[in-house]
Nanobody
Framework: QVQLVESGGGLVQAGGSLRLSCAAS????????VGWVRQAPGKERESVAS????????NYAGSVKGRFTISRDTAKNTVYLQMNSLKPDDTASYYC?????????????WGKGTLVTVSS
């Protein structure tokens, strides 16, 4: 079993930055995707960014490309999301997730989430 624990959320003004971390306990395999999915109140879950654990290949939602950066430290079993130039529309609960198939309906493991609030 894999457990994912997020940290780093909080309240920030528009234009500011936050760094989310996700520590994984249990094995993360090289063919897995690890990343972040967010959900704002009244909206559907949205994939924000993912990274392949073995090769480090990244993928971003169009709405965050150029502002967010995902990275991983395989030695620490940790994935990060650096969020810059934050906008009020980025306000959501951010969930760390991991699995073979990167699709919100197919992901194997989820964290409990961390809240990011961006004030205007």
């Amino acid at each position: 079993q894999v457990q994912l624990v997020e940290s780093g959320g909080g309240l920030v003004q528009a234009g500011g930055s936050l760094r989310l971390s996700c520590a994984a306990s249990g094995p993360i395999f090289s063919n897995w995707n690890v990343g972040w999915v967010r959900q704002a109140p009244g909206k559907e879950r949205e994939s924000v960014a993912s990274i392949t654990w073995g090769g480090g290949v990244t993928n971003y939602a169009g709405s965050v490309k150029g502002r967010f950066t995902i990275s991983r430290d395989t030695a620490k079993n940790t994935v990060y999301l650096q969020m810059n130039s934050l906008k009020p529309d980025d306000t959501a609960s951010y969930y760390c997730a991991a699995g073979i198939i990167w699709r919100p309906g197919s992901i194997n493991y989820w964290g409990k989430g961390t809240l990011v609030t961006v004030s205007s």
